[in-house]
């Protein structure tokens, strides 16, 4: 069955980089869109970022971009994000899930890690 | 960017009651509109995809319907395992959930 095992999450400063790691099993890994969605304590889902089967396209969240990085290893079946120039506000617990789609294009999140906790604090 | 609207943001129900949950998209999104349960301190899981297509092994008492910007989750015969948050979420554009609907039961 599928499993997404999120790992790297840490107590960090603001200002500071961290990286996250996503180790998928029970799939044909480079077959699927990887993505990114974060929830802050107490909050709703926030979309993050996320990456088609071989790298080509990726898209984040405005409030992400120009500071995190999505990418994968598909040899190693692992999708990671760098997160840098870190704010509080990024203080979330980060879950990986599979974006699949259907025959008509229809895409959506079927499967979840169990998430992975950020904290930025002084 | 798509602007996704749930409501109402919390309710409490009693088993057996029907429950319904509004979903609102600030354009129009065709079909691309999926749901999911967050029960406390769990993932999210997938209930529904392009607005009514239940996922395999969810409950026969979980429907959803709409298209265009009005999109509806209901669950029929309220069981004490639906106590969680449900998310709306549109996949027309980049991606965007709704607020979250806590229930209660």
């Known amino acids: 069955q599928v499993q997404l095992a999120e790992s790297g999450g840490a107590l960090v400063k603001p200002g500071g980089s961290l990286r996250l790691s996503c180790a998928a099993s029970g799939f044909t890994f480079n077959d699927y869109y990887m993505s990114w969605i974060r929830q802050a304590p107490g909050r709703g889902l926030e979309w993050v970022a996320y990456i088609s089967g071989r790298g080509h396209t990726i898209y984040y969240a405005d409030s992400v971009k120009g500071r995190f990085t999505i990418s994968r290893d598909n040899a190693k079946n692992s999708l990671y994000l760098q997160l840098n120039i870190l704010r509080a506000e990024d203080t979330a617990v980060y879950y990986c899930?599979?974006?699949?789609?259907?025959?008509?294009?229809?895409?959506?999140?079927?499967?979840w890690g169990q998430g992975t906790l950020v904290t930025v604090s002084s | 960017d798509i602007q996704m609207t749930q409501s109402p943001s919390s309710l409490s129900a009693s088993v057996g009651d029907r429950v319904t949950i509004t979903c609102r998209a600030s354009q129009g999104i065709s079909k691309s509109l999926n749901w999911y349960q967050q029960p406390p301190g769990k993932a999210p899981k997938l209930l529904i995809s392009v607005a009514s297509s239940l996922q395999g092994g969810v409950p026969s008492r979980f429907s959803g319907s709409g298209s265009g910007t009005d999109f509806t989750l209901t669950i029929s015969g309220l069981q004490p395992e639906d106590s969680a948050t449900y998310y709306c979420?549109?996949?027309?554009?980049?991606?965007?959930f709704g607020g979250g609907t806590k229930v209660e039961i």
């Open positions: 899930a599979t974006y699949n789609y259907d025959d008509d294009g229809h895409y959506y999140f079927d499967n």
């Open positions: 979420q549109q996949s027309y554009s980049t991606p965007s």
